[in-house]
Each structure stands twice: as structure tokens, then as C-alpha cells.
């Protein structure tokens, strides 16, 4: 049986590690106490907090990556009755996330347009050799 939800793995020797399944979490673990690398815990997360500016309402989102430091999401949020996609980036000061980086994503039309201009620099990098091709199943 798949549960499906957001699992954090965490332990004295390990960094927070984030898993979309408590299989996948599960199957961490098993992997560290066969390394020996001491004992950890798997909590879920059963709600994301994301550190939005006040008066803005995360309608939905999902995380990239998260790590003690930065944190990388992608939300739908509501404000002011507009809702709007944005991807957001976070750096951690002492016990506070502090935005760093805001992309508003307007509509199709501007997505579009943003991802062909990635794309298309992507295929630089590849052509360059910087990183690799990916192989189309």
C-alpha cells in the first residue's frame, strides 16, 4: 500500500532529507542502518508552511528542494483575489527563511515563453558539453 504525502527523514548524523512516499522514506532508513550510519526517524509532514509574505494565501504548492539553508518552491498563491504561480526561493538567517528570489509566472502565454528561452539555453549547455543530454523515453 502506497501512502502518499510528504515524509521527512532526519537523524543526529544525517541531514533532513524529503520523500514523496513513506515507502521511499522507509526504504532510506533500511539503506542507513545496513551503512551503519546510526538511527533515524521518519515524520510527515502533514501540512507546508511556506514563509509568504502576510496577506498572501498558498493555495497550493510543492517543494524542489530543501535544505538547512535554502529552499526552492513552487506555489499557487492568492492575494489581493489575484492568484498567480510563482516560483519562490528562500535563504535561511538564524531561525528565520528570508525570500531571495521571486519568479510571477502570469499565464500560459508568458510560461511558454520563458521555457523556450530555457530550453533553448539548455541545448547550448548540452551542445557545450556542460551537461548532459537527456535520453527521451
Do not use: C
Amino acid at each position: 500500500m502506497t501512502v502518499e504525502g510528504r515524509f521527512i527523514v532526519k537523524g543526529e548524523k544525517i541531514k533532513p532529507v524529503t520523500f514523496k512516499s513513506l515507502e521511499e522514506a522507509e526504504r532510506f532508513v533500511n539503506k542507513l542502518r545496513e551503512a551503519g550510519i546510526g538511527e533515524a526517524v521518519i515524520e510527515e509532514v502533514k501540512e507546508a508552511i511556506y514563509p509568504v509574505a502576510e496577506g498572501v494565501k498558498v493555495v497550493k504548492g510543492e517543494t524542489i528542494y530543501k535544505t538547512p539553508t535554502w529552499w526552492m518552491a513552487v506555489l499557487l498563491t492568492e492575494r489581493f483575489k489575484r492568484r498567480e504561480v510563482a516560483v519562490y526561493r528562500w535563504k535561511k538567517k538564524g531561525e528565520k527563511w528570508s525570500r531571495k528570489q521571486k519568479l510571477s509566472i502570469l499565464n500560459r502565454k508568458h510560461w511558454e515563453k520563458i521555457k523556450q528561452i530555457v530550453d533553448s539555453l539548455l541545448e547550448e549547455l548540452e551542445k557545450l558539453g556542460v551537461v548532459e543530454k537527456e535520453e527521451k523515453q
